[in-house]
């Protein structure tokens, strides 16, 4: 069963940083994208960013180009989100999604259950 824990969110004030992290329980981890998604009430769950199996290529949603970084480590099984220079429009529940067969975009099959950044102004 392939399972996706999430973790790092909190309470930061705007201009601040968060480094999210998610960790996958089953093996093959380097053998699916990874990717991080956010939601807020009312609204659609949007992509976020996300990294290939071997960390070489990433993709970012232009909303947070140049202020956040997806990463992997797949000795670990485990991908970060170092989010920088964080903005009250930031503020949303944090997802950690997995797929083997789709692209950087998706379409994602497994899902955490996500984590809360809240930015204050």
């Known amino acids: 069963q392939v399972q996706l824990v999430e973790s790092g969110g909190g309470l930061v004030q705007a201009g601040g940083a968060l480094r999210l992290s998610c960790t996958a329980s089953?093996?093959?981890?380097?053998?699916?994208?990874m990717g991080w998604f956010r939601q807020t009430p009312g609204k659609d769950r949007e992509f976020v960013a996300a990294?290939?199996?071997?960390?070489?290529?990433?993709d970012y949603a232009d909303s947070v180009k140049g202020r956040f970084t997806i990463s992997r480590d797949n000795a670990k099984n485990t991908v970060h989100l170092q989010m920088n220079s964080l903005k009250p429009e930031d503020t949303a529940v944090y997802y950690c999604?997995?797929?083997?067969?789709?692209?950087?975009?998706?379409?994602?099959?497994?899902w955490g259950r996500g984590t809360q950044v809240i930015v204050s102004s």
């Open positions: 990294v290939s199996r071997t960390g070489v290529s990433s």
């Open positions: 999604a997995r797929t083997y067969r789709g692209t950087l975009r998706g379409p994602y099959n497994y």
């Open positions: 089953a093996p093959a981890f380097s053998t699916s994208i």
